[in-house]
């Protein structure tokens, strides 16, 4: 054995939450975009095996592959500490000592099982061909087996990281499915939706609840256009800590940012739209969409309308609305279809603001407590 196992175990202990937290904010800053450098068929292989019909080998890639993180010299094709193969290891002790906690408090994204490993399908020393035929779901061992090879054949940190990762990226977007399956409605109306998201917005949230509503309108366009993808930052970050123009970027395929939204929960002012214009020509951002909850401050307005005049001569493109309104004409536009992406997109958009926060899973289960006892409410869904 390359370690004790105690001393492999707290070395996961360690890693896993860093290596989830990394992970979260970045797709909460560009999506779930794939690691372009590992091959498609790759690729699609982590993905069939985060998303196996065999629950029991869902567990196995975020096991495998934190052990092999955490501790190089382990073969994470092992799953026994007493197997003949160099680097052996017990993988089961790392899974029930990690994994299934965070499965449980991550609504039972993985499927809830309380001891995976103890499974027939892993009672086995290795995940490899050898064992194929004790398989009942052969396809699935075989996508394990193809994964874990080449992350042996490989045997560099660099390579194991990023497989390590996109599997994280999966389990995200699992996530996003799973927790919003239980109340969005089947059919939702323009005026239901605008009421819902008025709801949503009557609580204080320093902003996150504004932020989580506007990266969802951009987001559902977005995709179901075709247009751009969005990066979005935590609403209270600042722009230069993050690296951004402002607190949510419609970028393209080559990484351009075609527009800049700057989201207020207050009534805008001429100031702020001033303030923001410096960083967005020394970064050649020429459009900028300001999205304020309550309009423009009223002292603001014929300031604000001077400003966007002298600077649309200046080659910048200025837009404000109010929240509402633009959400309005937009969810119009994308049909009843688009408006339940929409809703789907807020649960998982403010799951990801507060992991950015790093408020903890606590603030994740309330958020969508709460917006489930809104739902209900407005007596939604209807039959």
């Not at 091959?39 to 982590?46: K, L, T």
């Not at 890639?61 to 073969?75: F, G, H, I, Y």
Request: hydrophobic share 40%; aromatic share 8%.
């Amino acid at each position: 054995m390359p370690t004790s196992n105690e001393t492999l175990v707290e070395k996961c202990r360690k890693l896993f939450p860093l290596a989830w937290q990394k992970m979260v904010e970045k797709v909460g800053q560009i999506g779930a975009m794939p690691d372009t450098s590992l091959d498609e068929n790759f690729r699609q292989a982590i993905t069939r095996c985060v998303n196996s019909k065999t629950k029991t080998y869902r567990y196995v890639l975020p096991t495998q592959l934190l052990a092999k993180a955490a501790d190089a010299s382990v073969d994470c094709r092992s799953l026994q500490a007493t197997g003949k193969r160099k680097g052996a290891f017990d993988a089961r002790s790392i899974c029930d000592d990690i994994i299934v906690p965070f499965d449980k408090s991550n609504h039972n994204v993985l499927g809830g099982s309380p001891e995976p490993y103890v499974n027939n399908p892993l009672r086995q020393p290795e995940i490899t061909e050898r064992y194929r035929n004790k398989q009942k779901d052969k396809i699935g061992w075989d996508d394990l087996c193809f994964v874990l090879n080449e992350v042996e054949k490989s045997n560099e940190i660099s390579f194991t990281q990023r497989v390590f990762e996109q599997a994280l990226v999966e389990i995200i977007k699992r996530l996003s499915v799973v927790q919003v399956l239980y109340s969005v409605p089947k059919r939702i109306s323009l005026p239901r939706t605008i009421s819902l998201v008025e709801a949503y917005l009557s609580e204080q949230s320093g902003g996150d609840r504004v932020l989580a509503v506007a990266a969802s309108i951009f987001e559902t366009i977005g995709k179901r256009f075709n247009l751009f993808v969005i990066k979005r930052a935590n609403i209270n970050a600042a722009d230069t800590s993050s690296g951004m123009v402002a607190d949510i970027e419609c970028v393209d395929s080559k990484g351009n940012v075609l527009l800049a939204v700057e989201v207020k929960d207050k009534a805008l002012t001429v100031n702020q739209v001033v303030d923001k214009l410096p960083n967005l020509r020394a970064k050649q951002v020429s459009e900028i969409l300001f999205i304020a909850q309550k309009g423009i401050e009223k002292e603001s307005v014929n300031e604000v309308a001077t400003l966007v005049d002298r600077e649309f001569v200046s080659g910048q493109n200025i837009y404000v609305f109010d929240l509402i309104r633009f959400a309005e004409s937009l969810l119009a536009l994308i049909g009843e279809s688009g408006r339940r992406d929409f809703l789907d997109c807020i649960w998982t958009t403010m799951a990801l603001l507060f992991s950015i926060a790093k408020r903890g899973p606590n603030c994740f289960v309330k958020f969508n407590t709460a917006l489930g006892r809104t739902i209900c409410k407005n007596n939604i869904p209807q039959k």
